[in-house]
């Protein structure tokens, strides 16, 4: 049988329980993201057909089928693929059920199967060789500690999803308890000051941090002094702040980005008319040998920017220190603790800060200026900040002073 003629055969269509199958390929696609796809398909006779997918149709893929095809690569130009869609349109398009590709497109190799939540093929087959040997050994498979969690997310799993006795269960369960009290310092950093529905998500923090940073400080006095975005990775904070809200920012990160931005901030920078904002690609530290404050610790002291960072990790107490040294306002929302990496740090009462809790209270103790707030946000949001620090550090003479 050729190759045409195979497709000939798999072209037939079946409907069963109102879904339909059939077979074509992809000459067409269009891909918007995780909530929708386009594809059209010419089917052997010759005739089109568009298809769609939508999250709420889509269902649970077998071992053999794709997942959602959120992104273009999946949807390969040229491939034959097998669709499962619904029998009645939807507007023009049927929409799939489930997919799968049955040969790549020239050039191109076959996209990975759907994997139950994302599992490789390796994963897999060291499950089955677990589930062969306990079969072997005649052994009673040992309990899934992610099951007894409620975590379990392996699609063919060879440990134990069941109890064998009453006993079995009540041990676990103590041992799932304990494990949640092991630590009641830890435990108590997770509660906050806003109730759980009050709170964003984390993918929101950076306007709520604005949001704040312009309710605490004004805009007048942000615009007036700058702002440095420390440690501000892809520079979002940097980037809302002075296009859409016009206060000169600098993001200072060592990490080069691309310079291309995306279709959203394009239209931001167009609609305001504003330049993006300046970076440096230097660590921040509060060393003054350091490449850093060699270069602006003079800048610091006439402008007196604001420093601000949203978990700005290792930095957190660099942050604090150049602010309180150079009379700047500052504000950071810490995140990890770090603790391996500054062992010499102690609170006032001698303990080592060990905890996120310990760490915001040695960071608040460096000066009794320092205010905490909460962001309502998920996540790490306590606020540490200062409005008008007196600087620690008096400047050099004159003749020191960098031309």
């Known amino acids: 049988m050729t190759k045409s003629e195979e497709e000939m055969e798999l072209q037939a269509k079946v409907c069963t329980n109102n879904l339909t199958n059939f077979h074509g390929r992809v000459v067409g696609r269009r891909v918007l993201g995780k909530n929708l796809a386009f594809a059209s398909i010419q089917q052997v006779t010759g005739e089109m057909i568009q298809v769609k997918w939508r999250p709420d149709k889509f269902t649970q893929p077998s071992m053999l089928d794709h997942s959602f095809p959120a992104r273009r690569g999946a949807l390969q130009l040229g491939a034959l693929v097998h669709l499962r869609s619904e029998a009645e349109w939807d507007g023009d398009a049927l929409v799939v059920v489930s997919w799968r590709v049955v040969e790549s497109a020239p050039g191109r190799s076959t996209p990975s199967s759907y994997l139950p939540h994302r599992l490789d093929a390796s994963h897999r087959a060291n499950s089955a060789a677990k589930a062969v040997l306990f079969a072997k050994c005649a052994s009673t498979p ?19 999803h069941h109890y064998l006795s009453q006993v079995e269960e009540e041990k676990n369960t103590a041992w799932v308890q304990s494990s949640y009290v092991r630590n009641p310092k830890a435990i108590a950093e997770v509660s906050s000051v806003h109730a759980a ?3 964003a998500m984390k993918c929101a923090r950076v306007n709520v941090f604005v949001d704040w940073l312009l309710r605490t400080f004004g805009l007048t006095n942000l615009r007036a002094h700058g702002v440095l975005d420390i440690a501000g990775g892809k520079g979002h904070m940097a980037f809302t702040l002075q296009v859409k809200h016009g206060v000169p920012s600098t993001l200072v990160d060592p990490l080069l980005r691309q310079t291309r931005f995306d279709a959203r901030r394009r239209r931001m920078l167009q609609q305001h008319s504003a330049q993006p904002p300046a970076h440096l690609p230097m660590f921040f530290t509060a060393d003054p040998n350091g490449p850093f404050l060699m270069e602006h610790a003079q800048s610091l002291r006439e402008h007196r920017p604001y420093l601000i960072a949203m978990h700005p990790d290792e930095a957190t107490g660099d942050v604090v220190d150049v602010a309180l040294a150079y009379g700047c306002p500052f504000a950071v929302v810490p995140c990890c603790v770090f603790a391996h990496l500054y062992p010499g740090r102690s609170l006032h009462s001698g303990s080592s800060v060990r905890t996120y809790t310990e760490l915001l209270d040695f960071l608040q103790e460096r000066d009794p200026g320092i205010e905490r707030a909460e962001l309502p946000v998920e996540g790490r949001s306590t606020v540490l900040f200062m409005r008008a620090p007196t600087p620690h550090v008096p400047a050099p003479a004159p003749a020191l002073a960098p031309a």
Do not use: D, F, I, N
């Open 197 to 199: 529905e009050a709170k």
């Open 142 to 160: 040992p309990l899934c500690r992610p099951w007894t969690m409620g975590a379990c997310v392996q699609g063919a799993c060879p440990y134990r």
